[in-house]
């Protein structure tokens, strides 16, 4: 089921779920984060722009764009007829491509966001046969897209797919600090100096962790509900924050991503991304 089109929530950071009508954008007792290095707004790439010619055969969805370099240097690729053996040879929008006489169509690309459900692995397949996210996004594009990172398999919410490689790799580099929001709900009241705790940093078993901000949600009477807003990408790192305290985590669901919210998106569907939310992914990342 497809959402219409949409514009970037840009100020979305902390907007709730529709479905749960709450507003966590203001946690309870939740400190400023520390400023980060200012880094340079990316550029959504244009149909217009020339580019790479290892980078177009890779977007082909051929090979990789080091195989296509040794496809390149072996004399088996020509642009307008003309063979090219240089790595830095450009193609511009209107050029045939051949590769060994046979035409190269670059895929078109694609992004769409689901809102996933429990229940679903984030994976291209399974060989135990279990329910992935990919049978969710069926039918959503003929290219072939992928998930941007993973949500474990009991966590709901927000996940990007996209065949944009480059993209993809700018969004999951830890360098680039993209920031999710959580809301979580515990099986145990969460206690207030552990949510001070987890505020000034904790240590983990694979190094110190310490979240952009944390509160309760809503007014702050519920202390089963927490809202944590994080930039780290590593393993199950919500759910190991709080299993650190000895507490149970009972539902975990991603509600921002990257500025991207679920407004208009149930759960278990998917929309494509507009042309403007591409471009505030490339410029925030």
Not at 79 to 106: C, F, H, R, W
Request: charged content about 30%; some cysteine.
């Amino acid at each position: 089921m497809k959402k219409p089109d949409r514009k970037p929530d840009n100020g979305s950071r902390g907007k709730a779920p529709d479905e749960r009508k709450k507003d966590f954008g203001k946690f309870r007792g939740a400190g400023k984060p520390k400023p980060r290095p200012a880094k340079k707004p990316g550029k959504a790439p244009s149909e217009n722009d020339p580019i790479r010619l290892n980078k177009y055969i890779s977007n082909s969805g051929m090979c990789s764009r080091r195989d296509a370099d040794v496809m390149i240097s072996s004399g088996v690729v020509s642009i307008n007829g003309k063979t090219v053996t240089e790595m830095g040879a450009k193609v511009l929008p209107g050029d045939l491509v051949k590769y060994d006489g046979q035409s190269i169509k670059p895929e078109r690309k694609q992004y769409v966001l689901l809102n996933k459900p429990k229940n679903f692995i984030t994976t291209m397949d399974d060989p135990m046969g279990r329910k992935t996210v990919m049978g969710l996004v069926k039918g959503a594009t003929k290219e072939r897209i992928y998930p941007v990172g993973r949500l474990d398999r009991d966590t709901t919410g927000l996940l990007l797919f996209t065949n944009d490689g480059e993209l993809t790799t700018r969004l999951l580099h830890p360098s680039q600090g993209i920031k999710k929001l959580y809301h979580i709900t515990l099986r145990q009241k969460v206690q207030h100096h552990h949510i001070k705790q987890i505020e000034e940093g904790i240590e983990l078993e694979d190094g110190v962790i310490k979240p952009d901000s944390i509160a309760y949600v809503g007014d702050g009477t519920n202390l089963y509900e927490v809202g944590i807003e994080i930039h780290s990408g590593k393993n199950r790192i919500v759910r190991r924050i709080f299993e650190h305290f000895g507490y149970t985590v009972q539902k975990l669901d991603r509600v921002v991503f990257c500025g991207l919210t679920k407004k208009d998106l149930p759960r278990g569907t998917w929309r494509e991304l507009t042309k403007e939310e591409v471009s505030f992914l490339y410029m925030n990342s």
